[in-house]
Structure formats: C-alpha cells, structure tokens
C-alpha cells in the first residue's frame, strides 16, 4: 500500500491520535466497581446471599431486556449462544453468587486483596482462549500473584490454612476471569454492552428461579440502606458500569485502559475503611500491594508487543534498487 493511498490517510488518525476520553470512561467502570465489594458486605448483613446474587442480575436482566428491544439490536446467532453462556455463566452466575457468599463471613478489604487477582486471571484466561505465547515471565509473574493472595488469604484466616470464604473468593475470580476472556472476543462480533446485556438476558430464566428459592426459603426484610445498597448492585455493578468500562475499552488505548483495573482493589480498601469502618493493616496493605504489583507486572508482560522480525531475503528483493 503507497503512503499517498486514501485507505492509509483514514486510518492514522485513528491510531496516533486516541482519545483520551476512553481513559476517563474505563476509569468511571472501574469506580463504580470499586463498591461492588462493600455494598455486596452492606447488603448481605440482612439479605439473603442467594438472593442478593441472583436477584441483582434479575434487576440488571430486566434493563438489558430493555435497552436491547429499545436498540433493536440483532439476535445472536448459532455458537455465539454458546459463548454468551460461558460468559453468563462467569460474569452473571459464578462471580455475584461467590462473592455474596463469601463475604457473608469475611471482611470487604480481605475480599478485595484476593480479587485483586482478576487482571492477571483474565490476562491468562485470554492467552488460554486466545492460544498465545507468551513469555516465561508472564507465567512466572502470574505464578508469584497467585502465591501471593493465597498467602495472604492463609495468613489472614489463621494458622495457615485457607477460610472456605477463600476458596469462594478464588473461585469467583476464576469464573470472571473466563467470562471476561470470552466477553471481550465476543464483543468483536456483538458489540461490548451488547454482549453483557445478552448475557445477562440469557442467564435470567436461571436467576429467576434462584430469587424465587430464596424468596419462599426466607422472604427477604432489610433496612433501607441494605436495600439502597442491593439496587446499587443490580443496576449500576451489573449493569451501567459496563457501559463505560467497556466503551472505554473500545474507545482505547485498550493496553492502557485496561491497567486502570489495577486500582480498583485500591479503591475498594478504601471504600472498606470509610463506609465499613474496617481497619487497615499491615498484612492487608502489604498483601494488596504485593497482588497488584504481580497483576500489573503480568498485563505489561502480555501486552509488550513482539519484536518485529529482521527483513528477509524476500522483503530486501522488494526495495528499489540503488542507483
């Protein structure tokens, strides 16, 4: 292609010249995340976790359904419902339903250390789905994260052995990280909130049915903070944040907007400490730390871009020769 070509003219600016507002945007996901946590703590103190799990991505189902019809967006076709369940089943089911219970029992700072994990988690699950390779460091460094928050999570448990709401936390990770992985192929094809609000309606017949067990097992009664603290989740945690966290992917610089998610758990320590009132730590900070140094170091290692090729025998025949 000449540099004069009409086709190269339309695409520069598109690449030196990206936005800064898909900064802004992933940072505002990412704020609204950052209460998931505590509110997740606020609202399972009076309402039951299989409701507060289920029953937000009803919430969150029902404005999908919505802007979906409102939209008039295309319906997903052959296997991609298949990969909207892989997503449903990581991002609507498997994360919401651990994290209420798992925090039935452990602080919102203890959470946020292990979920700290989710960067490096998601960056492995997309080199797994995506069949690259990348360096030993990669895997070294998201070796030594791994460690860490499982170290912390035993520390803080006592006596060295991991607290059964750890291995919830673990596992809400590990079913994000997959979601995440495959949401974010999927979204090529069906758009970024798009393939949330998919998900989130094809999960609903499920979750439907999980709100009605809990509902005739223990009809749910809660303060009006508990209350405020639920809707939060339903619709702004499952919901709007993906709007600007995934717009803000899609706007870019992806590499750069997607380390903002390193500062979530920050934030949410935070959050821990002025709403809760829990208590930060040295094993709290020093853990968190230790996480996501080892989580932003493992999504440099995998977004550093391969070293080009030295110009072969084939590509030097092409240059015009000299006079």
Known sequence: MRDNSSATLLRRPVLSQPQPSGLWLGLIGVAAFSFTVPFTRVAVAGLDPLFIGSGRAVVAAILAAFALALTRQRLPRGVQW?????????????????????????????????????????????????????PLAFWLITGAGGVAAIAFAAMQSGFGQLHWADLLLLGAVLAAAIGYAEGGLLARELGAWQTVSWALVLASPLMVLLTAVSVVQ?????????????????????????????????????????????????????????????????GTIVGGLAVIFCAGAAVRVRLKPVPAQPATHATKTLQPAKD
């Not at 339903?97 to 798992?102: E, P």
């Open 82 to 134: 298949a990969r909207l369940a892989v997503v449903a089943a990581g991002v609507v089911v498997g994360f919401p339903l651990l994290t209420s219970f798992a925090l039935t029992t452990t602080p919102a700072s203890h959470g946020a250390v292990v979920i700290a994990l989710l960067p490096a988690a998601t960056a492995t699950a997309a080199v797994l789905r995506g069949r690259e390779r990348p």
């Open 218 to 282: 223990e009809p749910p009664t809660a303060t009006t903070v508990q209350w405020l603290a639920f809707a939060y989740l339903g619709v702004v945690s499952m919901f709007l944040g993906f709007f600007a966290w995934y717009r803000g992917l899609a706007i870019g610089p992806i590499a750069q907007v997607s380390q903002i998610q390193l500062i979530q758990p920050v934030l949410t320590i935070c959050w821990a400490a002025l709403l809760l009132g829990e208590a930060l730590t040295w």
